[in-house]
């Protein structure tokens, strides 16, 4: 099987195929249905395969956020920019909720400190550029400096900007708007007719 391995994969083939799988199982299973096993397996390598390219599962999941974030700052940057600072903050966080609700079992695994290793400078870079136009926004819209990669300070306005767009990426993929609306698809009823009422309520014109 080793051997087999060896000709299949080359240079980071076989990283990539881990990632791609354990990214697949998320999808399907969330982080709780995941395993090096299961990934292995998914692959088509030796169980042993993850732990020797990985160093365990942590490093595993790592690679598979950085993916994910690399995915998100791919949609944010692709949403229109109107330098109009409010409607930007808007339409970024109308973003990130789409993309939470999309990729439920991913935007979970980006968020959990304890299976990701968010001291990797890989992760911190990417965690960072991924919400570049969303800070940039933000602080616009704050009249404040746009946040510093180099300068890890506390910035009231920006943790109150991400914990409102966090927090709403989770009530959606909880389930919760199906309280408030009665359709077979209370997240996208949800996402397409009052989320951008709620999004003018906290950052108005």
């Avoid at 980071?12 to 299973?29: C, F, N, P, V, Y």
């Avoid at 400190?113 to 965690?127: E, G, T």
């Avoid at 009231?156 to 767009?165: E, G, K, L, V």
């Amino acid at each position: 099987m080793v051997d087999q391995e060896r000709e299949k994969y080359h240079h980071g083939d076989l990283k990539t195929a881990l990632i791609e799988a354990s990214e697949g199982i998320i999808r399907e299973e969330g982080v709780e249905g995941f395993t090096l096993r299961k990934a292995a397996k998914a692959a088509g390598v030796s169980s042993g395969a993850p732990s020797h390219h990985f160093n365990g599962t942590k490093g595993l999941l790592t690679a598979v956020a950085i993916r994910v974030f690399k995915r998100l700052e791919a949609e944010l940057n692709a949403l229109p920019f109107s330098d109009i600072a409010a409607q930007d903050l808007r339409m970024q966080a109308l973003g990130y909720v789409t993309f939470a609700a999309h990729n439920p079992g991913l935007f979970r695994l980006i968020c959990r400190v304890d299976l990701v290793d968010f001291k990797d400078p890989d992760l911190i870079q990417a965690s960072f550029d991924a919400l570049t136009r969303y800070a940039k926004a933000a602080a616009a819209y704050f009249g404040q400096e746009p946040p510093d990669m180099h300068r890890r300070v506390f910035r009231p306005h920006m943790a109150s900007a991400i914990a409102t767009a966090h927090g709403l990426a989770h009530m959606v993929i909880e389930g919760r708007p199906a309280i408030l609306l009665d359709t077979s698809d209370p997240v996208s009823t949800f996402i397409e007719t009052m989320l951008t009422s709620v999004l003018l309520a906290t950052w108005p014109d």
